[in-house]
């Protein structure tokens, strides 16, 4: 059902040709002379990637965007580095959305004095602001922002517009600050790849198992990681544009930088029907054009899927999984003993009753599940069905105002509520461990985005387990009216109603503060007792001298396990507060260890005596190393190593906790997404590579690494290290990875706060 090609294509009226020795003869027989890059200049996403580059080089691309989108859990951070770097106004529309902090009533007013900050902010930079669960963010960037042809830059990760004819990408707090302060977005021009789609779905088969399907395919491969996945094909006629919708949001998952769709008169419709006529742009292949890689989708072969935990690509056949429930049940208990340790009490097995499944509860919620069709659909399995009296509950969350009124108009809502289900507002909490956590030992399936350990809000550290898997909201429905027995949407008879949908703009029009480039510069910023200023941070010495705090063997690394989401979202306006979570669901001795690092570093700024004996036994050896070795002139800070680390959510504090506790470096095999480790330099902290996977250093090791600051500035792309331990030195050599020029100079400042207040 999905094809990866082992080359490049191109793809000729309609025709796909792969790329090899006799590449040229075919192309000339099908009427084609032109080169490879002249090709790839034919793809939709070159012409829009061009379009807002500012670097004259389309190698190396400078982007600015012509829309920005924040939410409750990144904005106030966001704004407050803005302030600190000498922000004016927003340059471009910015929407500050309310969809996380909005139900998690978490340190009393912490919530509500965020989103006054964000209002206040809109008012003197002017912004948009878009009051608590109104919309979530995706929405509403659907909704009111997406256009064709458009670039939009979200804190999120799961900004994604590609059905629309908008290339939008998700990316760390830092990024965004860049483009309030009229700087680009700088990377390489990125590799795309062609995502084919042919056929047509069958009925009951909905946009979450496309994306499942496609996600368990290329996710463990890096097929698509930070390259732009563009949907191209005949089968996109048969999607409407909220299925288009619910399998882009989770290209995501692939590890793919962003995503683009040939676009239609269904999309030339939806803008229509969102009063935004003019906002559409038609985006179709109209000559030869090169990809780097093909994904080939015969939409009629994929049938139900479902994501086990505690990865959107641990998917399997929902009718798989009920033929042989034992075994691949047992597959994720033992899976689960990698991340949480043999020790961990969990089990799936127990819900196996009378040969099925027996599902806890279900959710369908947020920018993946929360859609006008997803929630039509489930009322139309529901109808007449009840989901019973029993462990068993469900939740549904319309991802806007606008769709739960036209919901409510036409009568879904009333027939969802019939059933037991509860109908809720909109709301993102399901997908990150703020809303409707389960009972300890519970069996969740949700449409919504992600299932990492802990995204659904239990706290395995103090015996609390629980576990999500990832569905389709027919399948999701289907399941409910057989009261928990998890069930395809494939096994049940149904005929779907397919209402149309109403868009009410009046909704936001009577809400959503809009002061698009109309700036109140004497109002005042609104600050809570919980939103905290960046700590100082210092700028990067000649030498370092780093601790390895943290040591995870994990495949990949998590920014859930870097930061935990949940409720821990509601301090993110404090730097400091925030960081006490920092890794610990992961490592509960990371905290205090990287404290004691911090603790080291302000005893050197002070010049007093060091008071740590294992640092002062690394000292000894050193000096006895390195006759130039100054200890006081040595940069002291803490460090991770991770295999993979940064897969997962855009959010900087994954990296911003690391560096208030004193962090100077992440050391990993390879880093999962871009955003990452682009926020990790945002940080001022330095992205090291060691390729090896026996690695020669372990927690409670020193590195000191000698003459950084000019390797960093020379552009070198290695650097001689020193492994310092009981057992003396041990000379390895770290890799530093690309970096722009702006990326090296970030660094060296201590992060981008100090880059650009550096005169």
Same mark, same amino acid.
């Not at 149309?500 to 109140?520: A, E, L, Q, S, T």
């Given at each position: ?38 090709? /790839? ?14 670097? $004259? ?27 600190? =770097?000498? @922000? ?46 109104? #919309?979530? @963010? ?34 760390? !707090? ?31 088969? !909905? ?8 996600? $368990? ?42 995503? @683009? ?61 009920? /033929? ?13 003993? @990698? ?15 009378? $040969? ?193 705090? =943290? ?32 890794? =610990? ?23 007093? #005596? ?51 506790? !004193? ?10 997404? /871009? ?85």
């Amino acid at each position: 059902m999905i094809k990866l090609s082992n080359n490049g294509v191109y793809i000729v009226n309609g025709k796909v040709f792969e790329d090899g020795a006799d590449i040229k003869e075919r192309l000339v027989g099908e009427g084609v002379n032109l080169t490879k890059e002249e090709a /790839k200049k034919n793809t939709l996403s070159y012409e829009i990637l061009e379009a807002h580059n500012k670097s $004259g080089d389309m190698n190396s691309l400078k982007l600015k965007f012509d829309c920005l989108a924040s939410h409750d859990i990144t904005f106030v951070g966001i704004v407050q580095t803005a302030v600190a =770097s000498g @922000i004016k106004q927003f340059p471009v529309p910015y929407a500050l959305t309310n969809c996380h902090n909005s139900l998690c009533a978490v340190g009393g007013t912490i919530n509500e004095d965020d989103h006054m900050f964000g209002l206040s902010s809109a008012k003197k930079f002017g912004g948009m602001y878009v009051p608590p669960n109104l #919309a979530v @963010i995706h929405q509403f960037a659907r909704e009111v922002l997406a256009g064709g042809g458009r670039m939009i830059l979200g804190s999120d990760s799961h900004t994604r517009y590609g059905a629309l004819g908008t290339m939008a990408i998700g990316e760390g !707090g830092p990024e965004l600050v860049k483009q309030l302060l009229g700087q680009t977005y700088d990377v390489a021009c990125p590799e795309v790849v062609a995502v084919r789609l042919t056929g047509e779905p069958v009925k009951g088969v !909905g946009p979450q198992d496309i994306a499942l399907a496609i996600i $368990g395919e290329v996710f463990e491969k890096g097929y698509v990681n930070n390259k732009i996945m563009e949907f191209i094909g005949d089968g996109i006629k048969h999607l409407s544009v909220d299925y288009r919708i619910g399998i882009d949001v989770m290209t995501t998952e692939t590890t793919c930088l962003s995503s @683009i769709w040939e676009t239609d008169e269904k999309v030339k419709e939806f803008y229509e029907i969102h009063k935004r006529p003019e906002d559409y742009k038609e985006l179709k292949l109209t000559a030869p054009a090169y990809y780097d890689g093909l994904i080939e989708v015969d939409l009629s072969k994929i049938r139900p899927m479902i994501a086990m935990p505690f990865h959107p690509s641990n998917t399997y056949l929902i009718d798989e999984l009920n /033929k042989n429930p034992k075994d691949i049940l047992h597959d994720v208990e033992e899976k689960a003993k @990698i991340s949480f340790g043999k020790d961990i009490k969990f089990s799936l097995t127990d819900k196996i009753k009378n $040969g099925r499944i027996q599902v806890d509860q279900g959710i369908i919620a947020g920018c993946a599940g929360g859609g006008f069709e997803n929630l039509c659909a489930a009322a139309d399995i529901l109808k007449g069905k009840y989901i019973g009296n029993d462990e068993f509950s469900m939740s549904l969350y319309p991802a806007s105002q606008p769709i739960y009124i036209e919901l409510v108009r036409n009568g879904t809502v009333a027939t969802l509520m019939e059933t037991g289900a509860v109908v809720k507002s909109a709301f993102c909490g399901p997908c990150f461990g703020a809303g409707d956590v389960p009972a300890n030992g519970a069996f969740s399936i949700r449409h919504s985005t992600r299932n990492f350990p802990s995204r659904e809000g239990s706290k395995p550290g103090s015996g609390q387990m629980a576990s999500v898997a990832l569905m389709d909201a027919r399948s999701i429905a289907a399941t409910a009216a057989n009261r928990g027995r998890l069930t395809s949407a494939c096994e049940i008879d149904v005929e779907y109603s397919n209402p149309k949908y109403f868009y009410d703009g009046k909704i936001y029009d009577n809400r959503v503060f809009n002061g698009v480039g109309k700036p109140d510069f004497s109002a005042e910023l609104k600050y809570g007792p919980n939103i905290v200023p960046w700590p100082k941070m210092e700028k990067l010495a000649d030498d370092i001298l780093i601790k390895i705090v =943290s040591e995870i063997h994990d495949p990949v690394t998590t920014t859930d396990e870097l930061i935990p989401s949940g409720e821990t979202s509601s301090y993110r306006s404090n730097p400091l507060g925030l960081a006490e979570f920092t890794l =610990s669901r992961k490592d509960s001795d990371y905290v205090g260890e990287a404290k004691k690092v911090r603790s080291m570093e302000e005893e050197r700024l002070a010049g007093k #005596a060091f008071t740590d004996d294992k640092l002062n036994v690394a000292i000894a050896i050193l000096q006895a190393y390195d006759d130039d070795f100054k200890p006081e002139l040595t940069e002291i800070g803490s460090a991770i190593y991770a295999v993979k680390p940064g897969d997962g959510s855009a959010r900087e504090q994954a990296a911003s906790c690391q560096r208030v506790l !004193g962090g100077l470096a992440n050391i990993a095999r390879s880093y999962a997404t /871009k955003r990452y480790r682009s926020n990790v330099m945002n940080w001022g902290m330095i992205p090291f590579i060691y390729e090896d996977e026996n690695i020669p250093f372990h927690k409670g090791d020193f590195i000191y690494i000698k003459g950084i600051k000019s390797v960093i500035e020379n552009g070198e792309s290695t650097v001689k290290a020193v492994i310092v331990n009981e057992n003396g030195t041990k000379e390895i050599e770290l890799s530093l990875g690309a970096m722009t020029d702006e990326e090296k100079d970030i660094i060296v400042s201590g992060c981008l706060i100090n880059y650009n207040n550096r005169g």
